[in-house]
């Protein structure tokens, strides 16, 4: 199922990871991701040692895990990121992060979608990638930062403490106009 | 269920990034559980977060690939076969709640008095996280916030000005201007109530209450 991709696109390393136990893919996975999610943990204010702990773990994660990943479902890069983002919380925190569970008895399934309601993984990531590049700079750079980023540490000691307070406007304006942009090429309320 | 009030984007961009705090992340967790709607867009907000990686530049890494194997061992997790939904028990709950606090029924109130229960399940750097459990057409104190509130309504529902918020439905209040919920009749109305700074209250009664009980 995977003849047409996206560039950038590593869901068919990340299957012969998972069927096949394939190192030469994880390897390749690894040196394409594992630098870049160690940059992303510096930006978040993480020490060198820290980001590279994140980095290090997500990786043995996606080999542990790898037989879960369904390219229908996900693109590689986004799982890569919800393990990523995982374990990074978890270093951090004395406490997990909530998440909704599928499997909960509570929990309110999604309603029958009609079959041109229905975009594939691939045909989304095609829009998200596009209306990214539509984006103004200011606001993409607003997406592409941590939240913090932009901040000194003192301010971010400080902001840490009640970070809701300091939501910037940016960011909404920003999460606004990329909504415009997928509403437009998606489809009303697509997003 | 018709969800009306959802979470805000920038609300749900920070959760996508593993940035928000605890009791934030407990209200999110407990409205994404009810709403497919914001489930599609944190969804989104992800996609989006991880294509910024591709934008990232590179940082040397001590260890290489063959090391994390080396880590990593043999042990790789078999394909998970999600088990059949159990749908026998009906809980009032959604799961990231119930993880704290068991379900409705097993809540331990304490009496606030005009017909107002709570309960606190969690606090963390001035970030408390409580039950509200408010009688049928009882209302709430009228207050202004210090901060931000949200409340996420799990069972029954209330009215707030011309606006009406039941199970599902978020309430997210960032603004000075003060408000008053007030339960809408029939059944009593349990909400999930976060916030990050003491409520400001209009009349001299609620602040002696406000010491006592921490709100
Ligand atoms: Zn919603
Ligand atoms: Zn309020």
């Given amino acids: 199922h995977l003849q047409e991709s996206l560039p950038g696109d590593w869901s068919a ?16 996975l690894f040196a394409h991701f594992a630098p870049r999610i160690k940059s992303t943990m510096l930006r978040y204010g993480l020490k ?14 996606v080999w542990r895990k790898a037989s879960q990943f369904d390219p229908e479902k996900a693109m590689a890069s986004t799982w890569i990121f919800t393990l990523a983002r995982n374990k990074k919380i978890d270093l951090l925190r004395k406490q997990g992060r909530p998440e909704a569970d599928v499997n909960d008895p509570a ?56 970070p809701l307070g300091t939501v910037k406007s940016r960011l909404r304006l920003a999460l606004e106009k990329l909504r415009t942009i997928l509403d437009a090429d998606l489809g009303e309320g697509s997003i | 269920m018709k969800i009306t009030h959802h979470i805000t984007d920038d609300l749900l961009y920070l ?14 967790a407990t409205h994404l559980s009810l709403c497919p709607s914001c489930r599609a867009t944190l969804k989104t907000y992800e996609q989006v977060l991880a294509e910024n990686l591709a934008q990232e530049h590179v940082s040397e ?50 009496t606030m008095g005009g017909g107002i229960k709570q309960k606190i399940l969690h606090e963390e750097d001035g970030i408390v996280a409580r039950l509200l459990y408010i009688s049928p057409g009882a209302s709430a104190s009228a207050h202004g916030h210090n901060g931000i509130e949200l409340t996420q309504v799990v069972s029954g529902g209330f009215f707030d000005g ?28 349990v909400c999930l109530a976060v ?17 006592a009980f921490r709100i």
Avoid at chain 1, 13 to 28: N, W
Avoid at chain 2, 18 to 25: A, V
Avoid at chain 2, 195 to 211: G, H, V
């Fill in chain 2, 61 to 110: 890494m001590s260890v290489n690939a063959d090391d994390v194997l080396a880590i990593a061992g043999s042990q790789m997790e078999p394909c998970e076969i999600a088990p059949p939904v159990q749908a026998e028990k009906n809980f009032v709950f959604p799961k990231p709640l119930r993880d704290l606090c068991g379900d409705l029924g097993d809540i331990k109130w304490s």
């Fill in chain 1, 48 to 61: 060198n040692e820290l980001a590279e702990e994140v980095a290090q773990e997500t990786f043995v994660l």
């Fill in chain 2, 195 to 211: 916030t990050d700074a003491p409520l400001k209250f209009r009349n001299f009664l609620p602040r002696l209450f406000q010491r």
């Fill in chain 1, 107 to 162: 929990f309110e399934q999604e309603a029958e979608q009609t079959p041109d309601q229905i975009l594939t993984t691939l045909q989304r990531a095609k829009a998200i990638k596009a209306a990214m590049e539509k984006l103004p700079e200011q606001q993409r750079i607003v997406l592409q930062k941590s939240y913090f980023a932009d901040e000194t540490q003192s301010e971010i000691a400080a902001s840490l403490k009640a």
């Fill in chain 2, 15 to 28: 959760y996508a990034a593993g940035d928000l705090k605890f009791g934030w992340s407990l209200a999110i």
């Fill in chain 1, 13 to 28: 390393e990340l299957v012969l990871v998972g069927r096949q136990q394939d190192k030469a893919a994880f390897s390749k």
């Fill in chain 2, 162 to 189: 011309d606006q009406a918020f039941e199970r599902g439905d978020i309430q997210i209040v960032a603004h000075d201007s003060p408000h008053q919920p007030i339960a809408m009749n029939g059944e009593a109305c």
